[in-house]
């Protein structure tokens, strides 16, 4: 492709069925989901276990991760050899497992070289009275793993109820559930590596129980944990309103509040955006773009200026 075309990469979702998932990526988002289980929508993936497919230009019908290795010009400077962050929307119709996350280099010891899983949530929807599991109250290793052992979990973990709007960092080695009643946008590590430590003695439609990853869990948990919410930076700009979640090593993630013009600045890296409400219309590049609530899209490196035009809420992060 010419350097000189550059539109956005659309995106089109993977859905993955889950014990625990529902119906609201079709009621809330209008996704054509596969069953009345379905848990997550990957939506911008380039990991193995499920990988978007661009939808429009002259990359139609490349997979993400494929992109990522043969055109790295379009993302700018990277040390990853994979496309390093994953974007989830989560339906938890049911509660999902405890569990907890390795970082990097235990996951590249352990889990075949894959990356660890630092992530974040954004409350997307949630029933009156819906909690998160984060964190818990041991002291020591010992004390975790005695607590778990005598299936102590009312005294051993800390839950926090959640209202639409609440952001909540997720880094490795904590201990963390979404419970019932809850839909996340999640930005995470590009990995599907989860130590589960407790899920509620559940059974599969064979009857089985899901595998516990205990002594996984134990070794990577961090002790002590607790919750600690913060205040997070808001700028007011012309035709939009932006709020700076969280910004380290791993990603950056701000909401993006639109409602008139709002001009933006190009980024020498690429950009993921995900439309969490409203419609409107991005200008910039080499045309116009329609936007529209449960969009997914990259904008390349090197875009250059934009507007976007509506009135929406998206979800924007970059490494």
């Known amino acids: 492709m010419p350097e000189t075309v550059r539109e956005p990469l659309f995106l089109t979702p993977v859905f993955q069925e889950r014990i625990w998932g529902g119906t609201k990526l079709n009621t809330l988002f209008g996704y054509d989901i596969p069953n009345d289980k379905t848990g997550e929508c990957w939506a911008v993936s380039g990991h193995p276990n499920g990988q978007s497919i661009v939808h429009n230009g002259p990359y139609a019908g490349t997979k993400l991760g494929d992109l990522w290795t043969d055109h790295p010009e379009l993302f700018g400077d990277s040390e990853s050899d994979v496309f390093p962050l994953l974007t989830k929307i989560l339906d ?17 010891e352990f889990e075949n070289g894959e990356l660890g899983k630092t992530e974040c949530w954004y409350i997307v ?31 051993l973990l800390t839950k926090i109820e959640v209202k639409p709007g609440d952001f909540f960092y997720v880094p490795s080695g904590t201990i963390h559930a979404l419970g019932a009643g809850i839909v996340v946008l999640e930005t ?22 899901r595998e516990l990853h205990l002594e996984k869990a134990i070794e990577v948990t ?16 012309d035709g939009a309103t ?21 001009k933006f600045e190009g980024r020498e890296r690429y950009m993921i955006v995900s439309i969490l409400d409203g419609e409107g219309t991005l200008k910039g590049g080499d045309g116009e773009y329609a936007l ?10 090197g875009f250059g200026a934009y507007t976007i035009e509506g009135t929406l809420t998206t979800i924007s992060s970059w490494e």
């Open 188 to 209: 995470q590590q590009s990995s599907d590596t989860t130590y589960r430590v407790y899920d509620y003695d559940r059974k599969d439609a064979n009857g089985q129980g």
């Open 125 to 155: 929807d949630a029933e009156p009275g819906a909690s998160i599991v984060y964190g818990h109250n041991a002291q020591s290793h010992e004390e975790l793993r005695s607590m778990i052992e005598a299936g102590q979990w009312d005294t």
């Open 242 to 262: 932006i709020t700076k979640f969280v910004s380290n090593s791993f990603f950056t993630v701000e909401k993006w509040e639109v409602d008139g013009t709002a």
């Open 292 to 301: 529209k609530k449960g969009d997914h899209f990259i904008l390349r490196a």
């Open 222 to 237: 961090t002790v002590p944990q607790s919750y600690t919410g913060g205040a997070y930076e808001t700028d007011h700009v």
């Open 92 to 108: 938890a119709s049911d509660d999902l497992s405890v569990q907890v996350h390795p970082d990097d280099a235990y996951a590249r």
